[in-house]
């Protein structure tokens, strides 16, 4: 199991075990998602959707719930714009990952290959899916359990389980940190 806990900088939050992914789905629960959610917790904006400054308005509104509860709130988009935003973090493919080390840089994972060059980007964190079927792609074949533990046992980076994960998935795969869309809706 993933033996570094917490982010690098120790100046920073540790890296919350429970993270809950925005989509058009369940955006009309998002706000009580987010205050169930235990204190700390993590939220990916993604609300791809949306454009322009109705999806900036949304972010806006949810920033504000999420960090109520004391959530680390993180922007799938540009790095650019996550500072602009006042994100915590950047959400996103290894190659458009900002060298400021001020923002924590959480990758998405498919395979070995994108560990290895999310770790070499400097990731804070890597969310590897999907570990069960989910609905997000139900065209893609899951990792199952033990090839997600394979995997994830080699990365340098702490590894969120993503695809498919709800608490009952989640203690069955008995994983520190996982994320998901529906499972936390």
């Given at each position: 199991m993933q033996q570094d806990q917490t982010c690098p900088d120790p100046d920073r939050k540790a890296l919350?075990?429970?993270?809950?992914?925005?989509?058009a789905r369940n955006d009309a629960?998002?706000?009580?998602?987010?205050?169930?959610?235990?204190?700390?917790?993590?939220?990916?904006?993604?609300?791809y959707h949306l454009g322009g400054p109705e999806r900036r308005k949304r972010y806006a509104a949810l920033a504000e719930v999420a960090r109520k509860h004391s959530h680390l709130v993180i922007l799938s988009d540009s790095p650019v714009k996550a500072k602009q935003w006042k994100a915590d973090g950047v959400?996103?493919?290894?190659?458009?990952?900002?060298?400021d080390?001020?923002?924590?840089?959480?990758i998405a994972a498919h395979d070995w290959?994108?560990?290895v060059a999310a770790d070499r980007a400097g990731a804070d964190a890597i969310l590897l899916s999907p570990v069960f079927a989910t609905r997000?792609?139900?065209e893609a074949k899951p990792l199952g359990s033990l090839r997600f533990r394979m995997l994830a046992n080699k990365a340098k980076a702490p590894i969120i389980?993503?695809?498919g994960m709800t608490r009952q998935n989640a203690q069955r795969l008995n994983w520190p940190r996982w994320a998901a869309i529906d499972g936390l809706s």
């Open positions: 919350p075990d429970l993270w809950l992914l925005s989509d629960v998002l706000e009580d998602a987010l205050a169930k959610l235990p204190r700390g917790s993590g939220f990916i904006y993604r609300h959400y996103g493919a290894s190659q458009r990952m900002p060298t080390d001020r923002l924590l840089k959480l290959k994108e560990i997000s792609h139900a389980a993503l695809g």
